[in-house]
């Protein structure tokens, strides 16, 4: 059974970075693509951005374009999303997935990971 622990959230000021981290264990971590959505209060579960098992393919969702980069090491079974410029609409509680079948560009919903993480709240201040 693969565990997921999100950490690196908490508060900052609008225009600041954060960088998440998500450590996986109980499975094969470079066998699974990963991902990161995220949920507001009120909304539903967005997608953030996934990795391919390799590290090498990513996408993001439309509003991490340009401003998040999600990346992962397998040595240390770990996944990352780097959060630059944030604001407002960036608070919620982020979440990370786990996906034992390859990734594309379709890959965006909620459902189509089978791993969650209990998430790490981000809280952006203006």
């Known amino acids: 059974q693969v565990q997921l622990v999100e950490s690196g959230g908490g508060w900052v000021q609008a225009g600041a970075s954060l960088r998440l981290s998500c450590a996986s264990s109980?499975?094969?971590?470079?066998?699974?693509?990963m991902g990161w959505f995220r949920q507001a209060p009120g909304k539903e579960r967005e997608f953030v951005a996934a990795?391919?098992?390799?590290?090498?393919?990513?996408n993001y969702g439309r509003s991490a374009e340009g401003r998040f980069t999600i990346s992962r090491d397998n040595a240390k079974n770990t996944v990352y999303l780097q959060m630059n410029s944030l604001n407002g609409e960036d608070t919620a509680v982020y979440y990370c997935?786990?996906?034992?079948?390859?990734?594309?560009?379709?890959?965006?919903?909620?459902?189509?990971?089978?791993?969650w993480g209990q998430g790490t709240q981000v809280t952006v201040s203006s």
């Open positions: 109980g499975g094969t971590f470079s066998s699974y693509a």
């Open positions: 997935a786990a996906r034992p079948r390859p990734l594309s560009s379709k890959v965006t919903q909620a459902y189509e990971y089978d791993y």
């Open positions: 990795i391919s098992r390799s590290g090498v393919y990513k």
